[in-house]
C-alpha cells in the first residue's frame, strides 16, 4: 500500500542534541501526525497538524505542516534517553474516515 | 483496562493455517481500524469500521483477510490459509469518532508464520 518517504531512517545522537526528522508525499494530505512507538507497543500520538503552515508545539517537541501539504517535520530539542523509540509520521486525506498512511519511521536511539 | 486490547499478543502458527485476531476497543467507541506492521515498516491500513455503516475494505491485501465487528463491540480478524508474508505484528485501534486524533491504538498481536 501507499507509505509517506519518512527520513532518516535512523538516529544515533548524544543525550542534549536536537533531532528533526521529515517526511514527504507526492500527493496532498489535508492532516498530518506524528507518533511515536516504543518497543512492544502500539503508536501513540505527539503532534497532530490539521492547516498547511500550521506549526504546533507539545513541550520539547514541535511540528510543522508543509505549506504545499505534500510534507511534514518534526523536531525534537534537548533530548533525553526516554525519546528513544521510533517516531511515525502519518497522514490523512479528507473524506477517508480517519483512515492514516503511515511513513516507514526514524529509529531514534540517544547516548546518555 | 482503560485501553484497547489484542489477543493473543503472540502467535506461531504453521503455512497454511487459519488464524483469528481479536481486538477490544475502548468502550462506547464507535470506530474500529485494523492496520498491519511488517517488521521496520509502518503501518498499512487494512480495515475500517464506523458504527453500523458498511465496512472500509480497501486495504485487505488478498480475500484471505476479512474483519468482523459485531454493533459497537469486539472485531476479529481473520487470515485464513497463512502464508510467510503475513507474519508481522496486527495493530487494533478505536476512536469516540471517525476522527484522526481520537485512534487509540492497542499493543498489537504479533503473527508468525513458519
Known amino acids: 500500500g501507499q507509505q509517506l518517504n519518512q527520513s532518516p531512517q535512523s538516529m544515533f545522537i548524544q543525550e542534549g542534541e536536537d533531532v528533526s526528522m521529515n517526511c514527504t508525499s507526492s500527493?496532498?494530505?489535508?492532516?498530518w501526525l506524528w507518533y511515536k512507538q516504543d518497543p512492544g507497543e502500539g503508536p501513540v500520538l505527539l503532534i497532530a497538524?490539521?492547516?498547511?503552515?500550521e506549526l504546533t508545539s507539545n513541550g520539547r517537541l514541535t511540528a510543522q505542516f508543509g505549506i504545499t501539504r505534500k510534507d511534514s517535520f518534526l523536531n525534537i530539542s534537548a533530548s533525553i534517553p526516554s525519546d528513544v523509540g521510533i517516531y511515525f509520521c502519518a497522514g490523512q486525506k479528507n473524506n477517508q474516515g480517519g483512515k492514516l498512511i503511515f511513513g516507514q519511521g526514524t529509529e531514534l536511539s540517544v547516548k546518555p | 483496562g482503560a485501553g484497547v486490547s489484542q489477543s493473543p499478543s503472540n502467535k506461531v502458527t504453521e503455512k497454511g493455517k487459519d488464524v483469528e485476531l481479536r481486538c477490544d476497543p475502548i468502550s462506547g467507541h464507535t470506530a474500529l481500524y485494523w492496520y498491519r506492521q511488517r517488521l521496520g515498516q509502518g503501518l498499512e491500513f487494512l480495515i475500517y469500521f464506523q458504527g453500523n455503516s458498511a465496512p472500509d475494505k480497501s486495504g485487505l491485501p488478498s480475500d484471505r483477510f476479512s474483519a468482523e465487528r459485531t454493533g459497537e463491540s469486539v472485531s476479529t480478524l481473520t487470515i485464513q490459509r497463512t502464508q510467510q508474508e503475513d507474519s508481522a505484528v496486527y495493530l487494533c485501534?478505536?476512536?469516540?469518532?471517525?476522527?484522526?486524533?481520537?485512534?487509540?491504538f492497542g499493543p498489537g498481536t504479533r503473527l508468525l508464520v513458519l
Open positions: 497538524l490539521y492547516k498547511a503552515g
Open positions: 500527493s496532498i494530505f489535508n492532516t
Open positions: 485501534a478505536s476512536g469516540p469518532l471517525a476522527g484522526v486524533e481520537t485512534q487509540y
